[in-house]
């Protein structure tokens, strides 16, 4: 027989399998919480340095990974506190993004259009003008061109293509006439342009945008100002009329970002968000975690939008069919 000699005053903790099951699993029950905290209150997380507020709002629809990931510790601790508390996030990401979920997509349409940021570093120019031709789309929004590669792609596109403009790193590709095209200016160089399309159902007002890049660094955080100004400019440009509007291009930010709110002028809405199937991301091409190319429309019916295979850019193509 051994007897266990404690010092006055001092108490020994049970073990875990010992304590209540409602007192298991406590950091998994507190992270939980947490996650759905994030997903519900996004909006009132403040910027501050670093631009927080922006970055989570960015990668928001990752956060519900936490659910699966916690539930291997809630069921391995047999935590049912725990497994309460996943219901938080989990309910709250199906209020979200359950919808997003569901294939919207329908068939038929007066017009497809392409958005595509074909990636200044592309070795592959020709490939991925060759692929844009082939998608069948009407009108094309080409961003980020530059030095010889720009040449490549008016050579190829206007065999299938009468009419193009080409404005600084930005361009318009249509079967049908352009009229009043022009540069609007969102930064010191030109990064987008308007022009009207004449369809044959009628004209459509066209911008193709590729607004400022966005870093992430350890000594500034996620620095967006420059993104910021030119979503703000390039609001400012959009008109707040009746005419039919297409807005299409790279905004180097998901439109759950609050900083791009003022790019969603009265009436303009995601073609992704009304007739998608999921989340449509588009960054990185290899692996996609983010819907930072956009295409936009009001006047129009979007009937469907999906992306296009990868080419030798580090974006994926956007489409949408419209109808009048």
């Known amino acids: 027989m051994s007897a266990v000699l404690e010092a006055p005053g001092t108490t020994t903790a049970p073990p875990a399998a010992a304590r209540g099951p409602w007192r298991r699993g406590a950091a998994t029950t507190a ?10 209150l996004h909006g009132v997380l403040p910027e501050g340095p670093g631009h927080l507020g922006s970055l ?29 508390a996943l219901l938080f996030p ?15 997509r329908v068939a038929g349409g007066d017009l ?28 094309v929004g080409l961003e980020e061109l530059g030095g010889p590669a720009t040449g490549t792609y008016e050579r190829m596109l206007d065999a299938a293509y009468r009419h193009h403009r080409v404005e ?4 318009l590709w249509s079967r049908y006439p352009l009229t009043g095209a022009r540069p609007v200016a969102i930064m010191p160089w ?5 022009a009207t399309v004449a369809t044959p159902r009628g004209d459509l007002t066209v911008f193709v945008a590729h607004l400022a890049s966005v870093r992430v660094a350890p000594d500034a955080g996620f620095t967006t100002g420059r993104r910021d100004d030119s979503a703000r400019l390039l609001a400012a440009a959009l008109p707040r009329g009746g005419q039919r509007l297409l807005v299409m291009g790279d905004f180097n930010g998901t439109l759950g970002d609050r900083a791009l709110a003022p790019v ?17 991301f588009t960054w990185p091409a290899r692996f996609p975690v983010a819907r930072i190319d956009q295409v936009l429309v ?4 979007p009937l469907a939008s999906w992306t296009l295979p990868r080419t030798g850019s580090d974006h994926l193509p956007v489409a949408a069919r419209l109808r009048w």
């Open 264 to 280: 969603l002028v009265p009436g303009l809405r995601s073609a992704q968000d009304v007739a998608g199937d999921g989340f449509g």
């Open 168 to 171: 600084g790193t930005v361009g």
């Open 298 to 301: 009001r006047g129009v019916r």
């Open 90 to 104: 989990g309910l709250v990401w199906l209020s979200l993004y359950g919808g997003t979920l569901a294939d919207k």
């Open 56 to 84: 989570l709002e960015t990668l928001l629809p990752w956060v519900g990974l936490a659910v699966p990931v916690l539930l291997a510790p809630a069921f391995a601790r047999r935590a049912p506190a725990a497994l309460l």
């Open 190 to 194: 030109t990064r987008a342009l308007r």
């Open 31 to 40: 992270a939980a919480v947490l996650a759905g905290s994030l997903l519900l």
């Open 112 to 139: 497809t259009v392409v958005s595509h940021n074909v990636d200044e570093a592309n070795r592959d120019p020709a490939g991925t003008a060759r692929a844009l031709a082939a998608s069948g789309a009407d009108v």
